[in-house]
Structure formats: C-alpha cells, structure tokens
C-alpha cells in the first residue's frame, strides 16, 4: 500500500516536468482508493492559462476518469498550498482530503491566507494534512524563483 510520502513523490516528479518547463514547479496528483486518476503540473505559461494549475488540471482529467464531477472519495496530493481558485475548486469536487507539501504565504488559501477548506459556512469541508516532504517541495520553488531572479539580475546587468 502506498504511502502519503509516495503520492508527494509522484506530484514531485510533476513539479520537476513544470521546472524543466520554465512554468513554476508545481506538481499533483488525484488518488482514489490506490488508483491514480490523474497527474498534473502548472501549465499557466504553456497553455496561455490563468487557470492552468496543476490543481485545477488534475481535478479536470480526475474527473473524466471517474466519469463524474464528484470526487468524495478522492485525494489530492498537491507539492504546494492550494490558493483561493483551486481551493474552490476542491470543494466543488467535493474532495475527501488534500496533501500539501509547502505552504504558500502570499496566495495559499488552506492556511495562510484563508481557510477555505474549513470554512463551516460552505457546504463541503476538506481534510487536510500539510507538510508532507514539505522540505523538497519548497526547495523547489526557492530553486526556480532564485534561478528566475538570478536571469533577471544579469539581463538587467
């Protein structure tokens, strides 16, 4: 039986596609039962995409694969804090639990921001375990955006 660390593992491997990308690395996968209903990563520059997170792809091409647009026995292993956009859309998936890697303290809104997830007013509310091989999955985004400054540093140069 896999683990929590192992479905982070392959939302890592989707965030190291989005760093080879230039898109920033971001990563997640949709799991029911044992099944892998979908895995994604950012996909905002590519795309032209506002909406194109990883997130919101996953949940997209999960709930093709289960043939409905409820997902309450789903997981989503996410390598950074959903922000307000994808948290709403966990919740009209009705989403069972959402894994996190690294908090987002400028646009996360499971914690940081917001608690969308556990918000009693709204109809559905989210399990959520956060900092689930939080260390790599921050690394990589500090890896990208200390790249993208250092880029910006010598064209400015």
Known sequence: MRTDED?????????????????VPVGAVVVSGERILAAAHNETVSAPDAAAHAEMIAIREACR?????????????????PCLMCAGAILQARLARVVFGARDPKA?????????????????QVAVTEGILGEACGEIL????????????????
């Open 108 to 124: 996360g809104a499971v914690f940081s921001l917001y608690q969308v997830l556990h918000d009693p007013r709204l109809n559905h």
């Open 65 to 81: 694969a289960a043939g409905n647009y409820r997902l309450t026995d789903a997981r989503l292993y996410v390598t950074l804090e």
């Open 7 to 23: 479905y982070m593992n392959l939302a890592l491997d989707e965030a190291r596609k989005a760093f080879a990308k230039d898109e």
């Open 142 to 157: 500090s890896r990208f955006f200390k790249e993208k400054r250092v880029e910006a540093a010598s064209r400015n140069a």
